[in-house]
């Protein structure tokens, strides 16, 4: 019982740990309003805020997180969201 609990320890800090290095937990140094239009997704906007060198779905993940956008991320026309950027 006791080499479950180490072995479920050391996964876990081992799935953790490239996590908290990674840009989504770093924050934003600011944020950009968006007034999401008609066909737009979350993945949409943030598509318009990374680089090719950035993961988009740490994006997506920051815009759901900073506006409280729940499992499905279903936005819609004229709703105001903020996109964190780094400046």
């Known amino acids: 019982m006791k080499a479950i609990l180490t072995l479920s320890l050391v996964l876990g ?3 953790i ?3 908290a290095n990674s ?4 924050g934003a140094d600011a944020y950009e309003t ?3 239009q008609p066909g737009d997704t979350v993945w949409k906007i943030a598509a318009n805020y990374v680089t090719a060198k950035e993961d988009i779905r740490e994006k997506v993940f920051l815009i759901r997180q900073v506006n409280k956008l729940n499992n499905n991320a ?3 026309p004229g709703q105001m969201l ?4 780094n400046k």
């Not at 903020?82 to 950027?85: A, F």
């Open 23 to 26: 840009s989504a937990f770093a």
């Open 13 to 15: 800090l081992l799935i």
């Open 74 to 76: 279903q936005v819609y």
């Open 34 to 36: 968006v007034y999401v």
């Open 17 to 19: 740990t490239p996590l």
């Open 82 to 85: 903020k996109v964190p950027v």
